[in-house]
């Protein structure tokens, strides 16, 4: 049973930081390229970042670039997702996502709020 399931989400004041986790079971991870996704109330889900199977990390969005970073641990079967200097406009649903030649799963994501 493929199962994703991310966890560390929560309120945080605008300029702090939180880590999310994504743990995988089910499948090979260590074949999967593993990503971040999130969603605002309102708007399209929208990539955030990728990490490839041995852990390279390239187009991240912009809009994280400089304060999130992915990373992953094959021996876990874990991708995380640290965010700096996290803004109001960071508030949304994150999810997790494991990806490999049209296979695809999907966590049920976990909660960001940014507020004062």
């Known amino acids: 049973q493929v199962q994703l399931v991310e966890s560390g989400g929560g309120l945080v004041q605008p300029g702090g930081s939180l880590k999310l986790s994504c743990a995988a079971s089910g499948f090979t991870f260590s074949r999967y390229v593993m990503r971040w996704y999130r969603q605002a109330p309102g708007k399209k889900r929208e990539l955030v970042a990728p990490?490839?199977?041995?852990?390279?990390?390239?187009n991240a969005a912009d809009f994280v670039k400089g304060r999130f970073t992915i990373s992953r641990d094959n021996a876990k079967n874990t991708v995380y997702l640290q965010m700096n200097s996290l803004k109001p406009e960071d508030t949304a649903v994150y999810y997790c996502n494991a990806y490999f030649y049209g296979t695809e799963y999907w966590g049920k994501g976990t909660l960001v709020t940014v507020s004062s």
């Open positions: 990490i490839s199977n041995a852990g390279g990390t390239t």
